[in-house]
């Protein structure tokens, strides 16, 4: 079946560091892949989205690159901000899915100034 | 912003109770979803709409029923609340292969 595996957390980072979250997902076919990001108290608002092999999506200066051949969606940034601090989501919409999302369980990201 | 909101934000309620959460779209969009936030699980995915009373059922729909009699609004209702339904709900609607997500209801149920 299709599946997201995301790295547990929290994750705990201080400012200016490097973020890594880890997804890797199973699936047949072609899906496309999102990351979701939730702020305290809020719904999820997406991230960026990647529709194929090779992809780089980005926005905010985080980026993931779609890994067909790992399976993979990591996703990075190169310095974080204490604003930063949310739950990330990895997701897969399978293809002919009425739209259906398949979520990971989330990653806390806290980062201290 | 895809203009989505649920009401009520917050409630709790007694075992037993019928309970039904609203989730309302200014966008038109057609597809419409509920999903449950738990830790440890993500989010699951309870019941979803492709259309005006065109619905079916997602991976953990015992217990919940929905109803979808105007595109913008999508109706979950629990028809007799339990604590294992003590849990965050999110609305979502889905246009081009995204999906935009309400602000949540916080639901006790005790």
């Known amino acids: 079946g299709n599946s997201v595996t995301q790295m547990e957390g929290p994750v705990t980072l201080s400012e200016e560091a490097f973020l890594t979250i880890n997804c890797t997902y199973t699936?047949?076919?072609?899906?496309?892949l999102f990351w979701y990001v939730q702020y305290p108290g809020e719904g999820l608002q997406l991230l960026l989205k990647?529709?194929?092999?090779?992809d780089k999506g980005s926005n905010k200066g985080f980026e993931a690159t779609y890994r067909k051949e790992t399976t993979s969606f990591h996703l990075e940034k190169g310095s974080v901000q204490v604003s930063d601090s949310a739950v990330y989501f990895c997701?897969?919409?399978?293809?002919?899915?009425?739209?259906?999302?398949?979520f990971g369980t989330g990653t806390l990201l806290a980062v201290q100034p | 912003d895809a203009g989505i909101t649920q009401s009520p934000r917050h409630k709790v309620t007694e075992t037993g109770t019928p309970v039904t959460l609203r989730c309302h779209q200014t966008e038109n969009h057609r597809y419409m979803y509920w999903y449950r936030q738990d830790p440890g699980h993500g989010l699951r995915l309870i019941h979803y709409s492709y259309g005006v009373k065109d619905t079916d059922k997602g991976e953990v729909s015992d217990g919940y029923s929905v109803s979808r009699s105007k595109t913008e609004d999508f109706l979950l209702t629990l028809e007799s609340a339990t604590s294992s339904q003590t849990s965050v709900y999110f609305c979502?609607?889905?246009?081009?292969?995204?999906?935009?997500f309400g602000p949540g209801t916080r639901l006790t149920v005790t």
């Open positions: 997701a897969l919409l399978r293809q002919g899915a009425t739209n259906k999302l398949i």
């Open positions: 979502a609607t889905a246009q081009g292969g995204e999906q935009y």
């Open positions: 699936a047949t076919g072609y899906p496309s």
């Open positions: 990647a529709t194929k092999a090779d």
